[in-house]
């Protein structure tokens, strides 16, 4: 009975597998077929522009000086044309019509004139998206203009429409994370994402996505499941077929005579014995258990954190784990990616992790000792989404705790908050069986997939401090392996932090960097956090280049190839940053400081990068979206292999003033929510322009002060920038002034 049932399962998850299958790569031909008609489209309107550009008339115009004709020559018998000019060589004009012109066509026109060629990309108007076209106009070898055009968009998608329709599908073309044209149902967007496919010299991608393919029993393919099913099958005949050998002996036997057959009675001896009638018994359900005892204080605003021993120990990560499953179960989620840090009670947390998802039935992808950003990464990699980093981050060595992401979204907030009611309240999933353990080692895969999107242009040597956490093997290797000469400085994992505690946030961390830095002659200093999620960066000069201002060159970097987007920043970072991200052509947006809660952000407004100042870099051009020390480390060295200048000169010429580093001070009563709540009500700060954002952000003319709650650690976070020192003891006077006022005996280092 068992091995029939298996039998028909195994069929009808082949039968829903090669279904999928034929989906799939129905959908795929879709795919590179709307690809096919969106190239063809590019390729003719560039002919177009080199054609009309090449016309006497439109020639004769230029060599006479007279652009407006030159431009009304240009695009007369140009279908669909909205807008045609002959820009001046230097770009006067567009800079001069700033902002309300746009970024978009000055980026096109600039990327002509650096790329001497027609360029193209889709430009926001106030008509809406128009595709943009920039071309050299030249008269000769001379440079007289840049042509530029702007066509209606259908120009360009009007050829999709005809590409055949897959149920249950999604297809759309995007630039950057801006959908141009879409079809299907958008929530397959997330798998989309990664079977996107880049339209070759174009800044166009061709998304598809399709629901997740069905499981396989065993996690066999379609082919496999049969070839096991017919062999079930088999064994159920050969025993059916041994089954019935008894009664046929027996029948065969027996006389085909009447007087020789058996009497009833000797029938009835074969028949088997009536079961025996069953007593009813009444049975009381039992006592409900008791509430579970956890301690709330762990479950924070972003992430679980505790001290080990104390609030934390391997059966609370079995609740945390079954609490996770369940939550799983609700969505439909199956597969989870674990992984941790180098912290010593890190297996320990690890293994009650796993025994809680596997109660809900979930099955664990165990990919051992890395830094959460390659757990982050493996949920993509390995396709499920979901995942969870146990790390203490750059909390000292007795803590640990867990990152979460679910359906491809960082848990924060009442996301936390319900975990904990789950499992106070006991409404936890019980699986009928426990799910599966698999150990996946993709760390080369992780360093591969850097190294095909990152190589330098020149050698540059860095020194590497991991400050012996978990990113000291692999970081090293992903730095040479995008082309870098690597000097390595506590890079041994080793959970007791040995050397100094593994937060580049802390300048203090740095000075033996620093020094090593100017010892070996190398280019640049590279800092990673307890889990490699965080960057910090020491020039040769023994300079600490702080987030915000890596975050300033980052944004420059990512706007000349997507200007518009939007930029987010924590409330931490200095006032400099949003005038420098508008100076180039982006929208900065401010916003409240914790991973889980820029990603949530991000994901909100369609943000190509954020960045806090605590180090966390969030790259979504290019790459995933989620905080990556190791990967912004390669970014970084990708931006100054390529500079003109040394490593030293570049970051010395971002806008600086005058900041102080973090300042951490402990909390009154260990509880820093409540007295900033309390601050927040009480102060008053003349002539300054209050923000609440995240805490009290105060700005004036010529600086800003913040004071914050740190939701890792029980301590007030605040910061202080200007444009010089004067405005910067002005405002930390002020500042202190309000606190005194609010607890006289607040021990202040300012």
Not at 3 to 15: K, P, V
Request: glycine residues 10%; hydrophobic residues 40%; negative net charge.
């Amino acid at each position: 009975m068992v091995l029939g049932l298996l039998a028909l399962w195994l069929i009808w998850t082949s039968i829903a597998q090669i279904i999928d299958s034929n989906r799939r790569s129905d959908l795929q031909a879709a795919r590179d077929m709307a690809g096919q008609f969106v190239q063809q489209a590019l390729t003719q309107q560039s002919k177009r522009m080199k054609d009309g550009l090449a016309q006497p008339a439109v020639q004769a115009a230029l060599e006479a000086g007279d652009t407006a004709l030159a431009a009304k020559l240009l695009g007369a018998a140009w279908p669909q044309l909205q807008t045609s000019t002959i820009l001046p060589p230097d770009l006067s004009e567009a800079y001069a019509q700033l902002p309300k012109s746009g970024f978009g066509r000055l980026a096109v026109a600039e990327a002509a004139l650096f790329e001497n060629k027609t360029t193209h990309r889709v430009v926001r108007t106030a008509q809406g998206p128009q595709l943009a076209l920039a071309a050299p106009a030249r008269v000769g070898d001379r440079l007289v203009g840049v042509a530029y055009v702007e066509v209606a968009l259908t120009e360009l998608t009007s050829g999709l429409s005809t590409v055949a329709e897959v149920k249950d599908s999604y297809l759309a073309l995007r630039q950057g994370n801006v959908p141009l044209w879409e079809r299907g149902d958008k929530t397959f967007l997330e798998d989309a994402e990664r079977y996107g496919t880049t339209l070759p010299q174009s800044h166009l991608r061709m998304l598809m996505g399709a629901s997740k393919p069905p499981h396989g029993v065993f996690g066999l393919d379609a082919v496999p499941s049969l070839v096991l099913a017919f062999v079930c099958l088999g064994v159920v005949y050969v025993l059916w077929r041994l089954s019935r050998a008894p009664l046929t002996l027996q029948l065969r036997r027996a006389s085909p005579n009447a007087e020789t057959a058996p009497t009833l009675s000797e029938m009835a001896a074969l028949e088997p014995p009536p079961e025996a009638p069953k007593l009813a018994l009444e049975i009381k359900a039992p006592p409900p258990p008791p509430p579970v005892s956890i301690d709330a204080g762990i479950f924070r605003a972003y992430d679980i954190r505790g001290v080990v021993g104390q609030s934390l120990d391997p059966n609370v990560a079995s609740l945390i784990g079954h609490a996770i499953g369940s939550v799983m179960h609700d969505k439909g989620l199956q597969d989870i990616v674990v992984g941790r840090d180098g912290r010593l009670s890190g297996q320990a947390m690890v293994d009650g992790l796993i025994e809680g998802l596997r109660k809900a039935g979930r099955n664990v992808i165990d990919i051992g000792m890395v830094p959460t950003p390659v757990v982050y990464f493996g949920a993509y990699h390995l396709r499920t989404g979901t995942c969870v980093s146990v790390t203490g981050s750059h909390n000292p060595s007795d803590y640990n705790g867990f990152k979460i992401v679910i359906g491809g979204e960082t848990l924060s907030g009442d996301a936390i908050v319900d975990l904990y009611n789950r499992i106070v309240e006991r409404r936890l999933y019980a699986s009928a069986s426990y799910g599966t353990v698999t150990s996946r080692d993709i760390s080369g895969d992780y360093v591969y997939r850097i190294s095909t999107d990152v190589q330098l242009g020149q050698r540059l040597k860095v020194v590497v401090d991991a400050g012996n956490g978990v990113a000291g093997e692999i970081g090293p290797r992903v730095l040479e392996a995008i082309g870098a000469e690597v000097e390595e400085l506590y890079c041994e994992i080793d959970g007791n932090f040995p050397n100094h505690h593994p937060d580049p946030s802390e300048p203090h961390n740095l000075e033996d960097l620093i020094k090593m830095v100017q010892r070996r002659g190398a280019d640049l200093g590279i800092a990673f956090d307890g889990d490699g999620d965080r960057l910090g960066v020491v020039t040769r000069d023994g300079e600490n280049i702080y987030a915000d201002r890596l975050l300033m060159l980052f944004a420059a970097d990512v706007l000349e190839r997507n200007p518009g987007a939007v930029i987010v920043y924590d409330v931490k970072c200095t006032g400099r940053l949003p005038s420098h991200i508008l100076r180039n052509g982006g929208s900065p947006l401010m916003w409240k400081t914790g991973h889980s809660l820029i990603k949530a952000k991000m994901r909100e407004t369609g943000a190509e990068l954020a960045g806090e100042m605590s180090g966390h870099f969030f790259f979504a051009e290019r790459w995933y979206g989620f905080d990556d020390g190791i990967y912004a480390a390669a970014r970084l060295l990708e931006i100054l292999a390529s500079a003109y200048d040394s490593p030293d000169e570049v970051l010395r010429a971002l806008p600086k003033g005058v900041s102080t580093p973090e300042i951490k001070v402990p909390a009154p009563n260990g509880d820093p929510h409540a007295f900033v709540e309390r601050f927040r009500e009480m102060a008053h700060f003349e002539g300054g322009r209050l923000s609440t954002i995240d805490g009290l952000r105060v700005d004036w003319p010529d600086g800003w002060g913040l004071i914050r709650a740190s939701n890792t650690t029980p301590v007030l976070v605040m910061r202080f920038d200007a444009d010089d020192q004067a405005a910067l003891s002005r405002i930390e006077g002020a500042f202190r002034t309000q606190l005194l006022a609010l607890k006289p005996d607040l021990l202040l280092p300012f």
